[in-house]
């Protein structure tokens, strides 16, 4: 007698068969040596390509010398991104632009061919009007990661020469996708707040004067208002979000799709739904939630005892979301420290101070002292650990006023120099396909008629 299901019932039959069978026994990522997420045990990546584009570094100290490692260290095209962003710093200027240049093309700018480059990104700094009423306004999704991998894709259609994957076309059109994020980043939210949370619809027109972190917060605000302070603590952000190796999910995507020989917006669109994933892009948004859990948990602030039963609900899986995990504190290459926070934390205290957030900006610092300890009382550590660039970057996005939506969005305008480095690169090196190996480790099975078989649940 054959028996039809309810189809709710059947998809939980079938979910139930893709759990059964997708189980592996542990002991068999060692008896093949199958390094899981492409890492060994300390946490060192698999080497998979070359790339001269970023370099991130565990530690500042040399293995073969001995000794305890020393703070992590970051590489754009071989500039230490301290000396890189202490430059600009010193000098209480923008430097996004400047060190998109260096991504892009391999060494620091003049004046003059800074000043050329802004000029083109301003240029391309437009979107026609029926493209944002049809593309962003019309069809407005509830996610803005997804809104913005929608229009880059509704880009494609607009393109006449969208399939020229020639490195010239391809720089114009990375240069074009450099230019406009930040005005999709800000539409794809005023569509989103305008639909799902009842707000008025702004869309303001984009400056061919500011700077890329001026230009974000002109279109986004209302009022387009902003400090000198915020621009640039923004402008820094996006420096040190801008590239990290080639070995980062979203960037090593980048890599991949270019490898088959498609369009920009294919591959750029694979890489922003890479960062997309909250193991990825999500992570500074997690960090503003769990200590939005913090602060409404912990009666006393200054209280080390108090945070550190806090710390240990969260270790121990009993506090916020259960995942045992501290956001923020941790990363897959640094341990001693990431060179990203250290800089951003300095930075943002100033912005605390301007907001009169100080007691705040003190909690981060008890919760990224603390931590560590609490950590390792907990877990086997492999390396050392410490806070991450997304301990303060959400801090820092969270004082700009900017909604949790647009945390990773904010986080793909910078990257998508990243991207577009490593999807030149690529296509300059004409390398093969990338096409790594899986072990099968299934049992070879004998054909049954159809008449004799049983169900598998």
């Known amino acids: 007698m054959t028996t039809i299901l309810d189809s709710k019932e059947e998809l939980k039959r079938l979910s139930g068969i893709i759990l059964k069978k997708s189980q592996f026994d542990p002991s068999l990522f060692a008896k093949y040596n199958v390094k899981r997420g492409l890492r060994d045990i300390d946490g060192k990546g698999v080497v998979a390509g070359l790339t001269q584009i970023g370099d991130v570094q565990a530690s500042s100290r040399p293995v073969k010398q001995g000794g305890p490692p020393g703070p992590g260290r970051l590489l754009y095209r071989g500039y230490d991104i301290g000396d890189l962003a202490n430059g600009f710093i010193r000098e209480k200027r923008c430097g996004f632009e400047e060190i998109a240049y260096l991504i892009l093309f391999g060494s620091l700018p003049s004046n003059n061919e800074l000043r050329n480059f ?72 005023r569509a989103y707040a305008y639909r799902y949370l009842d707000q008025s619809l702004v869309i303001h027109k984009p400056s061919d004067k500011l700077s890329t972190a001026a230009n974000f917060l002109h279109v986004f605000r209302e009022d387009c208002g902003y400090t000198e302070l915020e621009e640039r603590l923004l402008d820094l952000s996006l420096v040190l979000h801008a590239e990290h190796g080639g070995g980062n999910n979203s960037s090593f995507t980048t890599h991949v799709v270019t490898s088959t020989g498609t369009d920009t917006y294919s591959a750029i669109t694979a890489a922003l739904g890479s960062l997309k994933g909250p193991r990825h892009g999500g992570a500074n948004k997690k960090v503003v939630q769990m200590f939005d859990d913090l602060k409404a948990n912990v009666k006393n602030w200054d209280s080390e005892r108090q945070i550190e039963d806090y710390l240990i609900g969260l270790v121990t899986k009993q506090g916020f979301d259960k995942s045992g995990l501290v956001y ?52 086997k550590i492999y390396k050392g650990i410490s806070a991450n660039v997304d301990f303060y970057s959400g ?41 790594p190996a899986y072990q099968n480790v299934a049992a070879e099975c004998r054909y049954i008629p159809i008449a004799r078989r049983r169900s598998t649940l």
């Open 328 to 379: 923020g504190i941790g990363h897959a290459v640094y341990s001693v420290s990431d060179p990203r926070s250290m800089i951003l934390r300095e930075q943002v205290e100033l912005l605390a101070q301007e907001k009169g957030l100080c007691d705040e900006m003190r909690l981060y610092r008890k919760v990224e002292a603390l931590a560590p300890e609490i950590i390792g009382r907990y877990r």
């Open 395 to 435: 801090f820092l996005l969270r004082l700009l006023n900017i909604p949790l939506e647009l945390y990773t969005p904010i986080f793909a305008m910078a990257r998508i120099v990243g991207w577009s480095a490593h999807r030149l690169e690529e296509l300059a090196c004409g390398g093969k396909i990338i096409r």
């Open 118 to 189: 802004q000029h083109m990104l301003f240029e391309y700094r437009v979107l026609q009007d029926e493209f944002i009423h049809d593309s962003i306004l019309k069809l407005t999704s509830r996610d803005i990661m997804n809104a913005m991998s929608q229009s880059v894709l509704a880009l494609y259609v607009l393109d006449r020469h969208a399939d020229d994957t020639s490195v010239r076309n391809v720089l114009r059109q990375c240069l074009r996708l450099i230019a406009v994020f930040p005005l999709l980043a800000a539409y794809c939210y």
